[in-house]
């Protein structure tokens, strides 16, 4: 009997060894397995498309495994080379779910921001994700498919040579807390980081959490990726407001947990610090900020707000955002603005929210 596909395994999510034991199970040789890692590493999912192997593998491959557990519904080009792109989930139980990811390339790296949720629960009142309010964790196999699918996307159409079009970073910024679905995530990690997967190393993968004590303290003992934090006020009455957790974990617990995070030889954890015109800018802002980096292990990125359509609050002017950043750097602490990228198609920071609306055609049986 065929399985449906909310019951299967995900072959993003499948190690060497599991898939082995698989298809000793359908009396293939061992190398059969290594064979289909390998399309799977390219980011072929499709056992069709997986020229080497039988006809009768690949029906076993589809019957038994769900080898394809996103399905791509649009794909939107920036003037800048950053690609969006909008994946329907094909799992019975999340059926028409969307989620957005997003490849930025740069002249020496590519990186690709995740998605680790469908929308988001916690309603920090900048972020378009969180007006859309939670729907689903993504399984360890849909955060991976989410890279593959980018992977084979960047195969079959490179970018200009001035950019890169080979994914070297992963961030966890997409859609959704990460430290929310924590199980899947730290799963996914371990197959980013997997050496006969994708091998990626745990210095080039960044995990961007609003501050869930416990689970950072646990990224920490596993995972010691690098770390960033949406911090966005160092004054626990505005930042209860601009991100709501601080009300259960205040800035000084965050301080202490930041303090006791490994983040190894020349690296540092990032404060993510959004900037909002007559909310988090003001002197004393900035004083509370410098009383709270510790600048041996931080550095704070100041980040231009990148409105959507109904966003409560407007951006930092250009010259304030400089100002800010001189003031830091001038107290030792390393502070960059970073460039938006992606604002064109709506793929800048804080502006992902898949419209489930307009993408309503997608074909998603599970
Ligand atoms: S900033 Fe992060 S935690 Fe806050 S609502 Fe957006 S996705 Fe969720």
């Not at 990224?219 to 626990?236: C, E, W």
């Not at 690296?267 to 988090?280: P, S």
Request: proline fraction near 4%; hydrophobic fraction near 40%; glycine fraction near 6%.
């Amino acid at each position: 009997m065929r399985r449906m596909n909310s019951d299967k395994r995900q072959l993003p999510a499948m190690k060497l060894d599991e898939l082995q034991a698989l298809v000793a199970t359908w009396k293939q040789p061992k190398f059969r397995a290594r064979q289909i890692l390998d399309w799977r590493n390219k980011g072929v999912l499709s056992p069709d498309a997986m020229k080497n192997i039988s006809s009768d593998l690949r029906q076993k491959l589809k019957d038994e495994i769900c080898c394809e557990p996103l399905k791509l519904i649009r794909r939107e080009c920036s003037v800048d080379g950053t690609r969006k792109y909008v994946f329907a989930l094909t799992r019975m139980r999340a059926a028409g779910k969307m989620i957005e990811s997003v490849f930025i390339p740069e002249e020496k790296r590519g990186t690709v921001c995740i998605s680790s949720q469908v929308g988001c629960v916690f309603d920090c009142p900048f972020c378009h994700t969180g007006t859309q309010g939670f729907e689903a964790n993504l399984t360890a196999g849909e955060i991976i498919a989410q890279v593959l699918a980018i992977k084979a996307d960047l195969h079959a159409e490179p970018l200009p040579d001035e950019l890169h079009s080979d994914i070297t970073h992963i961030v966890y910024m997409g859609m959704g807390e990460p430290m929310a679905n924590e199980d899947a995530v730290l799963s996914s990690i371990g197959l980013l980081m997997d050496k006969d997967g994708l091998n990626i190393s745990r210095r080039r993968i960044t995990v961007s959490t609003s501050g869930l004590i416990p689970q950072i303290q646990r990224l920490g003992a596993v995972y010691p990726v690098n770390l960033a934090i949406s911090l966005h006020s160092a004054i626990d009455d505005k930042r209860d407001t601009l991100v709501p957790i601080n009300r259960k974990y205040s800035l000084q617990a965050l301080r202490a947990c930041l303090n006791a995070y490994s983040i190894g030889k020349q690296r540092h954890i990032t404060l993510e610090y959004v900037l909002l015109d007559q909310t988090n800018d003001q002197d004393e802002d900035v004083q509370a900020l410098i009383r709270f980096v510790n600048p041996e292990r931080e550095r704070v990125n100041l980040i231009q707000f990148n409105p959507y359509p109904g966003s409560p609050y407007a951006g930092t002017s250009k010259q304030n955002m400089k100002v800010f950043a001189q003031w830091l750097i001038s107290k030792g602490i390393r502070a960059t603005v970073r460039r938006s990228r992606g604002d064109d198609i709506m793929a800048a920071c804080g502006q992902l929210k898949a419209d489930t609306k307009a993408d309503s055609n997608a074909d998603t049986k599970g």
